[in-house]
């Protein structure tokens, strides 16, 4: 995964590291298609829902934050 400077400066202001990152990759995420060609990451890592903001690419991160409920509400109906 190619990590944009922007992206880890929204990892480290909102306390997610790339331990976090490997553990919500490694386990049960949802991927949401936008409507600007980007992609959300929808997934739990340290007892919380984070989403991963995808470049089109699908290799990207442009950004991290805390899921929102109706994300975690489509993550929970995989």
Do not use: Q
């Amino acid at each position: 995964m190619n990590i944009t400077k922007h992206a880890l400066e929204r990892m480290a202001e909102r306390g997610f590291t790339p331990e976090m990152l490997v553990a919500l990759m490694n386990g049960k995420f949802t991927i949401l298609p936008t409507r600007d060609d980007k992609f959300l990451v929808i997934g739990k890592a340290d007892g919380n829902f984070w989403t991963l903001v995808l470049a089109k690419d699908m290799y990207s991160v442009v950004s991290v934050r805390r899921s929102h409920n109706c994300e975690v509400e489509k993550w929970n109906s995989k």
